[in-house]
């Protein structure tokens, strides 16, 4: 069983819908929370992290972490067309020291929001 | 404000061969790490470089080796090349010694390698 799961999708949404993306993962020890995007042919871009339980939101993203269930959420309000990308969670258990460096990505979900 | 540069963007090389990428850290930044995404995966890291040291490493034989330059650039050397090393080699910055370890991962656009 892997550490870090994620739908692989791929998951194809209308401009302007709700887009809902998952992980669960099986290290209670995970502390730090990342969800990163992807576009084709480019590295990771990092949309936003959060530590332990709880809400955050930037702009028209918001991600939830529930460390009870082990499970992490990223949602994309009003989504557009530029949002198309694979959308990658990360996690680590310390970001003391130089272990930040460590993560643990899931799958990635392949998303498609058309006009 | 440069960002993470990896070079080259993409390499062919035979079953067999060894292979060197190279990776110059965002400015402000002191560690550097590295990782394999293959095709439809997310990236699995392979080891992190920190004081021109190997301070982590994922779970990647001895064929894959590295080093940090005092400029904090880096190298991934790959021995022995087989087919099974065909992925995209993502190089990821971040900063130690001013942030205490609490710094995010800012990745370069990675070198796509073929092995045939």
């Known amino acids: 069983q892997k550490e870090v799961e994620q739908d692989p999708g791929p998951l194809s949404v209308p401009e302007g819908a709700i887009v809902s993306l998952n992980c669960t993962y099986s290290?209670?020890?995970?502390?730090?929370f990342m969800w990163y995007r992807q576009y084709s042919r480019k590295g990771p871009e990092l949309l936003m992290y959060t530590y332990s339980s709880g809400n955050k939101e930037d702009g028209r993203f918001t991600a939830q972490v529930d460390k009870s269930s082990k499970y992490i959420s990223l949602f994309i309000r009003d989504s557009q067309p530029s949002d198309s990308a694979t959308y990658l969670c990360?996690?680590?258990?310390?970001?003391?020291?130089?272990?930040?460096?460590?993560?643990?990505f899931g799958q990635g979900t392949i998303l498609t929001v058309h006009p | 404000d440069a960002g993470v540069t990896q070079s080259p963007t993409h390499l062919i090389k035979t079953r067999g061969q060894q292979v060197t990428l190279r990776c110059s850290p965002k400015?402000?930044?002191?560690?550097v790490s590295w990782y394999q995404q293959a095709l439809g995966q997310g990236p699995q890291f392979i080891f992190q470089y920190y004081e021109e040291e190997e301070r982590q490493r994922g779970n990647f034989p001895d064929r894959f080796s590295g080093h940090q330059f005092p400029n904090y650039s880096s190298e991934l050397n790959v021995n022995a090349l087989l087919l099974g090393d065909s992925a995209l080699y993502l190089c990821?910055?971040?900063?130690?010694?001013?942030?205490?370890?609490?710094?995010?991962?800012?990745f370069g656009n990675g070198t796509r390698l073929t092995v045939t």
């Open positions: 400015s402000g930044h002191d560690t």
């Open positions: 290290n209670s020890a995970f502390q730090y």
């Open positions: 990360a996690m680590t258990s310390n970001a003391g020291g130089t272990s930040y460096g460590k993560l643990t």
């Open positions: 990821a910055s971040s900063s130690t010694l001013r942030t205490g370890g609490n710094s995010p991962l800012h």
